[in-house]
């Protein structure tokens, strides 16, 4: 079931045009650089955004130009975990595993989950309890299981929202996801 319903949801994203994309994901911004939460937070952990995904190369960079820290993750193929290192700056970035953007070998600076008070998490889909479907590695639910003091903030155009997503006991809900059209409080 979970299979079938990624494979849908990623079919549905991949056909919004890059237009779509930039338009929803601008609002999602707006409604994230609103949140008290961001507004507290000093150290914040972005995905890298391809493949249609909520875009985050411009929340990226306006919070670079900030006070706050940013964190982007480096994926260790190995093991599936993911490397945290601070972003200086948007130039840094080149393209890593699975054609994502992940900082160069000599600009990485490693370090540690508990140093992350915002992690802003990816996904194909999720429902209103903020369960969620990765894109089956298990990258996220690895770091998630390991981040204790961090508030998990999904990012999800509205079509990603569905009814009930089938949990396992390795899954792990976000505190809140974001769309285009709303902001969705799951517990």
Not at 3 to 19: A, F, M, Q, V, Y
Not at 30 to 55: G, H, P, R
Not at 172 to 183: A, G, H, M
Request: net charge positive; hydrophobic share 35%; proline share 3%.
């Amino acid at each position: 079931m979970k299979t079938l319903l990624r494979k849908e949801l990623i079919e549905i994203r991949k056909s919004l045009s890059k237009k779509d994309v930039l338009e929803k994901s601008n609002k999602i911004k707006k409604q994230l650089f609103d949140l008290i939460e961001f507004k507290k937070a000093s150290t914040i952990l972005f995905y890298v955004s391809y493949d249609n995904e909520v875009n985050t190369h411009q929340m990226i960079k306006d919070t670079l130009s900030s006070e706050k820290n940013v964190i982007v993750p480096i994926s260790k193929k190995e093991d599936r975990t993911l490397i945290l290192s601070k972003l200086e700056k948007w130039e840094d970035l080149e393209i890593g595993s699975y054609g994502i953007l992940e900082p160069r070998a000599d600009r990485v600076k490693e370090i540690s989950i508990n140093e992350v008070d915002l992690i802003i998490v990816p996904g194909v889909g999720f429902d209103e309890s903020g369960h969620r479907i990765g894109h089956g590695k298990g990258y996220y639910d690895n770091l998630l299981k390991k981040s204790k003091n961090s508030m998990h903030i999904g990012l999800a155009f509205e079509f990603q929202i569905v009814k009930k997503i089938p949990i396992e006991s390795h899954d792990l809900p976000v505190n809140k996801i974001i769309t285009e059209n709303r902001i969705i409080n799951c517990f």
